[in-house]
């Protein structure tokens, strides 16, 4: 039997009826037209379709909608500014982090979760952070430096009081 | 195709939906449960529960020693707790190296035993540290398997129809005590044991092995003990060749397969690599040495 499902996408109260077997990612995209987060494998090897749930990183696919029920949302759509994009969508755009782009929501819904975590991460870190998304275009090191340099600047955003927690962590 | 979905918020009402409904069956983080359907290896059940809500299967704690873990407790959790790292290590070795991180955020110690994959990165490390789990059942009817017992095939257990696992209770160790997990991995990440093993060894004063308990990963329809191994460990001297020896005779308790990850005769010539490490590691513990987590990405010298 088809359920009401009301959930909390970037912010945005949103609902949809949907059948129990559904995934978070089919509802995201067919139902709710939030097409930013992707399908890749379909099966979680490759983080494209990666959201987070109360702040939790999650392939979307591999996800019940109806288990996010009354929860909240990150899409890759929910993390610009009104005015700027966020700190890693600009660093990954001026440092070649993108290339196709197809990985890039996902590789900034894991970036992001790893930054909540753990503002300031080594090299090893980040490439464990990122260990769920696959990218067949970059080669990975200008995203690896994307993040990092991301993380410099949400670092000293954050100690100049420019910016307050919930840019570092779009779930609070 | 699933027609009936219930997510309710206490235990209780989880167990009665068990019990009402045959086809019934619960999903936490849906990690192998959904990911098994996408991937066309089983459809989704006809009926769903799913326990994610229920807070009193996610609380962790010690009391008395004793590591109690809900359910729900995610391997997250238990790759980072300074508790489990230093007092039931091999555990955190385990939780650590499970898939990426969504998996491991996402992911339970439950859904992992109750899976029942023979190549599952939690059981043997629980198997080592003699660890317990309680399966409830409507009604109040309650009973407690050990980890050894809990999976008779691949993704088959002791379970019966209406049970769910609800907790894990993992004893301290004694004294002079070490554990460790290491599996062979062709990569670092969304990676499943080619083969593993998961050891518990307990040191007298003078580096005499008093106690040793091995499990092994991915070389048979279930996680293994390897009784062979444990037995030319108990009384040896802690040092390599003692190692070697024990990982040799582990092979006795391996009935490898070959598939498309590997085959039988790799498994068997790497487990015993794979068992050396993981005693070494597991002493080095035992001594107090520091041998960081996940002990899969400790390179050991020349010695082993």
Known sequence: MPELLQLTVDGLPLSAVVEPGRTLLRVLRDDLGRTGTKEGCDDSECGACMVLIDGRPVNSCSYLALQAAGREITTVEGLAGVEALHPLQQAFLEGGGIQCGFCTPGMLISAVALLARDPDPSEEAIRDGLAGNLCRCTGYQPIIRAVQRAAAEMRAAVSAGAVTASLVDPAL | MTSRFAAPATLEAALAILAA?????????????????????????????????????ARHEVVDGVLVLGALTSHDWLAGSPDVGSAWSALADASAIVGSPATRATGTIGGNLMNASPAAETTAPLVVLDAAVTLQAAGGASRAVAVEDL???????????????????????AAGSGSAYIRLEYRRAMEIAVVGAAALVTLTGDGRIAAARVALTAVAPTIVRAPEAEAALIGATADPATFRIAAAAAAAAARPIDDVRASADYRRAMLVVVVARTLAAAAARARGQSIPIPASRWAPGQEV
Do not use: F, H, M, W
Request: proline share 8%; no cysteine; hydrophobic share 40%.
């Open chain 2, 151 to 173: 999976a008779t095939g691949p993704g088959r257990t002791v379970a019966g129809a209406g049970e769910l696992l609800t907790g894990v209770a993992v004893p301290p160790t």
């Open chain 2, 21 to 57: 409904d045959g086809a019934a069956r619960p999903v936490a983080g849906g990690t192998d449960l959904v990911v098994a359907a996408r991937q066309g290896r089983k459809d989704l059940p006809e009926s769903i529960v799913a326990i994610d809500r229920i807070t009193e299967l």
